[in-house]
């Protein structure tokens, strides 16, 4: 049964997730685009094989794998839903972080504001999501 609270859990981990995945596409070479898709450029070594094969076919499994997470922890109370959530919101905001840092001379600064705004919108989302009713 869905757990309204634990929702904020999963607000990080949603919006954190679709950033780092846009931010991925985003900085693939106009190679990959012209579909030289070996050329896919992905720290995440199970992310990169779908990347290669095509890019719907890395989207469409993001989504079906940000189902799942939410299924998790909006329904599982439990330290280790909270655990998986605070895991995989840090892990993309690592991820969005490191797209940010290849823009340029800005890189940095857009990095670490990237990285600042995540821990507040994790901590506030997490205040929310853990509150007792």
Not at 47 to 61: E, M, N, Q
Request: proline residues 5%.
């Amino acid at each position: 049964m869905i757990c309204p609270r634990r929702v904020w859990l999963f607000a990080p981990v949603g919006s954190l997730f679709a950033l780092d995945v846009v931010l991925t596409l985003l900085g693939q070479d106009p190679a990959y685009w012209s579909g030289a898709l070996q050329t896919a450029n992905e720290a995440n070594p199970i992310a990169r094989p779908l990347l290669a094969t095509s890019p719907w076919l890395f989207t469409g499994l993001a989504a079906v794998w940000a189902t799942v997470l939410a299924a998790v922890i909006v329904t599982w109370e439990s330290r280790w839903s909270n655990l998986l959530a605070m895991v995989v919101a840090f892990a993309h905001a690592l991820g969005g972080s490191n797209w940010l840092l290849r823009t340029g001379e800005w890189g940095f600064a857009l990095a670490g504001g990237y990285l600042v705004l995540a821990a507040q919108l994790c901590f506030w989302c997490w205040t929310k999501g853990t509150a007792e009713p």
